[in-house]
């Protein structure tokens, strides 16, 4: 399969009144490609996504997300957050968000919202094509939960889950969107080594299956077995950019890490 | 020009009083970001408190300066140990609670509290006696201010002073800001944040029922309703001035007050409660952070 | 529980409430005979009362805290009532007793009690509607009482001016609702929830405020008097058989109402809106448009209250504007609040409850809104869920999808 982009970013740029939370920062991800952004706390990763997510409105730049199939190209900037999952971004969040006193399947069915279209009428007459799309989005949510261990807690509250579990039934209600590139926010953290384990499988999994995806993640085993690419980000700037065996010996991504003591 | 100036200094008076009452919302919007919706009713019952006081004690043929300062006295115990209970009993267990929970407390306290004081006094208006005799100092310029407005001037001045003082230099008023900017870190450094609480209601309460003490003995007669609308003007107020602002509230009040003063002076008196509202509509549309506030980011 | 030190807390507490209402409860001053009662038998009344409130208080917390906890399956059984729905042959039963009692009542019963009725089935629908706003999508409305209004002005202004029927006019108060929703809701649905519900408070005061003021319009505080009652396919009926008529027709509008908004909560719509009362920014990263789905919400829920307003009008046969106080949006509120919030079934008893208990209990009539206001508190602070919680539908599809 020959690599597309998917995912351009120029420029970047993201001021909070004086601070320079992200200077021109750009990046790229192709299809199929895991992409890890990775830099130490308070570096602007998370600031990143939510710029290229619309929930901040980034100062200057451009953000291009492309379809791989149509190769219709689409620009997010100035997009709401909903407009942004409607093309085909969708996310998981540091902290997690999901609808706590909603069941397991239903947090699912959420992320089918923006690919189906029944409104008032169709809620109330439940006529003949709502009903049918209520049963894609049954279907649908039904395999994702399957797709990712999940099937048996479907009726349970969310916030009934394990830890471990609410990270995976993020990345279910992600994945229902159908998005051309999944964005997991830290998806390892607060994760306990079986389930880190885990999560590493079901990532390499939905990369199987043809998914693009760039992470945020401190854990740098994780990060290290599963990216195709790697951007270290430092001070709201990317330092570095490479394969997992570049970056672990760059002296500019270690000095970024361990402080300026450490000769390379 | 009189008519102006006399205009002024009614808006003035108007402004002093939403002060006093705006300045308990603000500050306990600042500590817990609730809206104490039954601010207006810890008001309403420090008008009835001294009320009640300065007619017994005027029955009971006490001299009129140990009337206002007994009834005054009582005004302020009484609406602090209401905010005090009413904080335990409606906010305190809801601390953890989504983010309307406590304002529908908050409303249910504030509509049990007003049947509460019809069911125990009555649903009549009642004249509320002079406690301000009119100074024979004034009476040159009585038709444009009246002892009332002035009384009503000094007294907001000196309680402003006194409020900042204790908040700048005092122990507590320290503790107070330090739990407004960050509650967690306030209880990591020491501070028992339900004391800090518990005091900022006794404060704001206690700011109220000097209003409420004043602005009876300036209107002449209460209810038990009347804690509602002052309430909203007061808090619209607040708003306006952005609300967790002290300063703002001030400012907030003294601008509400000459508005509505100039609008019904000059406009029309028919539709003087819709200005107020008018106002909170729009500022809350176009600029809910206020005059002096600070617009927060919701973090993600 | 009942040590001493408990039994001293208690007195403790019950000494400080008598001082905290001695003023206002105990001395009663008459500003013009210049005389002084003094109630000292309320003394004794509030000591003994918050002594017993105390350890009732004390009594439900302990039950709380020492109760073993098998809160997940709880949940998903959900209380008797939800037992006996999800029981084919109870259900069935269950409405036909309702359906039974429902028809027979104003044969069985007086017109006055039929009235009372209808009244509380209005505020069922009222309930209802509210329900929509505020328990799915999690907006605190404190001015739905002016949508009810602008429903019943536009039945009555257009009865009055243009002679307009009752059935001609109910979508158009529900619609003209519905615009005054989408008019309001389009520049404040973006504020955070508590900024809203006083937002809408103030607009409802507005609305009031105006319909008592502008003279010319509305007729100002004497209101508009002699409204047509509905109409029986054009034949206008006598006063006893109109009551029984409004009666019917309120018994349909609920059956209809409850019908609609069931379907709504199991909507895509509805997900929606519950989403969006968990977590607004997790539902906007889901592809949700926050604005439209609020939107649809508010005025959904206005519609309702614009076509109450007019069966409001249109019973009644007079309006005024002091018909719509805050209160009575704040009693619309309590209704959904003690019934739970987004249970359609709380919803429905909690209208019934606080309609029709003070009708009946004359005596505590009187004590009506202190009720309320208490009834707002405690459930907050016991029960947030309600009396009837609602639980979330549980999709069963095994034989859709076998396991290979």
Known sequence: MTKQPILNVHGLTMDFGGIRALNSLDLEVNSGEIVALIGPNGAGKTTFFNCITGIYKPTAGDIWLTNPKTTKKNSLKGLKPNQVTEKGLARTFQNIRLFPKMTVLENVMIGRHCRTKAFIFGAIFRNAATRREEQSILEISYAILEKVGLERFADEFADNLPYGDQRRLEIARALATEPLLLLLDEPAAGMNPQETAALDQLIKQISREGQAILLIEHDMKLVMSLSDQIFVMDYGKKIAQGTPTEIRENPAVIKAYLGEEVDA | MDYFIELFFSGLTRGSIYALIALGYTMVYGIIGLINFAHGEIYMIGAFTSFIVATVLSIYGFPLLAIVIIAGIAAVVWSSSYGFTIEKIAYKPLRHAPRLSPLISAIGMSIFLQNYVLLAQTSDFLPFPTLIPDFPFMEPIAHIVGSTDLMILVTTVVVMIALTFVIKFTKIGKAMRATAQDRTMATLVGINVNNVISATFIVGSALAAVGGLLIASHIGQINFYIGFLAGIKAFTAAVLGGIGSIPGAVLGSLILGLTESFATGYVSSDYEDVFAFMLLVLILIFKPSGLLGKATNQKV | ?404
């Open chain 3, 1 to 404: 529980m009942f040590s001493l030190k408990e039994l001293k807390k208690g007195l403790l507490t019950s000494l400080w409430f008598v001082f905290l209402t001695f003023p206002i409860v105990v001395i009663k001053v008459d500003p013009i005979a210049r005389t002084v009662v003094w109630r000292w038998e309320n003394v004794a009344y509030m000591a003994i009362g918050t002594f017993l409130v105390y350890f009732l208080v004390r009594f439900i917390q302990y039950r709380r805290e020492n109760r073993p906890k098998p809160a997940a399956a709880r949940e998903k059984t959900g209380s008797i009532v939800h037992r006996i729905l999800q029981n084919p042959t109870q259900r069935v039963f269950l409405v036909a007793v309702v359906a039974t009692i429902a028809v027979f009542f104003p044969h069985v019963l007086s017109s006055y009690q039929t009235n009372v009725m209808t009244t509380a089935l209005m505020y069922v629908v009222l309930g209802l509607g509210l329900n929509i706003v505020v328990g799915m999508a999690g907006l605190l409305d404190l001015g739905f009482v002016a949508f009810y209004a602008v429903g019943a002005y536009t039945y009555s202004l257009l009865n009055l001016h243009y002679g307009l029927g009752f059935w001609t006019i109910l979508p158009v108060g529900g619609l003209m609702a519905a615009f005054f929703g989408v008019m309001l809701g389009f520049p404040v649905l973006r504020l955070r929830g508590d900024y809203l519900a006083i937002v809408t408070l103030g607009f409802g005061e507005i609305i009031r405020l105006i319909l008592e003021n502008w003279g010319e319009f509305s007729k100002g505080p004497s209101g508009i008097s002699n409204i047509s009652r509905p109409s029986f396919f054009g034949i206008e009926l006598g006063l006893e058989q109109s009551i029984i008529y409004t009666y019917y027709l309120m018994v349909i509008f609920v059956v209809i109402t409850i019908f609609i908004v069931n379907r709504l909560q199991d909507s895509r719509l509805g997900r929606a809106w519950i989403a969006l009362r968990e977590d607004e920014i997790a539902c906007q990263a889901m592809g949700i448009d926050k604005r439209k789905t609020k939107l649809v919400a508010f005025s959904l829920g206005a519609f309702w209250a614009g076509i109450m307003g007019v069966m409001f009008a249109a019973k009644t046969t007079f309006v005024n504007p002091s018909s719509f106080t805050f209160l009575e949006s704040a009693i619309i509120l309590a209704i959904v609040v003690l019934g739970g919030m987004g249970s359609i079934i709380g919803v429905i008893f909690g209208a019934l409850i606080l309609i029709l208990m003070p009708e009946y209990l004359r005596a505590l009539s009187e004590y009506r809104m202190l009720a309320f206001g208490g009834i707002l508190v405690c459930m907050m602070v016991f029960r947030p869920q309600g009396l009837i919680s609602n639980i979330r539908r549980t999709y069963t599809f095994e034989k859709k999808l076998p396991k290979n």
